[in-house]
């Protein structure tokens, strides 16, 4: 394995960067036993991981 060496320091970098796409207020969940257990009362933010990539090829 090839070890690199930074010449530049990493304050240099920035920390992080976020996208955020705009959402919709669509109401909550009928049943809040079920959101409860989903983690989340709005349906659009209930987003399983099924531990796989979800993207088209």
Not at 5 to 24: D, G, S, W
Not at 29 to 35: K, V
């Amino acid at each position: 394995m090839k070890d690199y060496i930074y010449k530049e320091t990493l304050a240099n970098f920035p920390l992080a960067m976020a996208y955020v796409p705009m959402q919709h207020f669509n109401g909550i969940c009928d049943n809040l036993e079920e959101a409860f257990s989903d983690g989340t009362v709005f349906p659009e933010l209930n987003k399983p991981f099924t531990g796989r990539r979800h993207c088209k090829k």
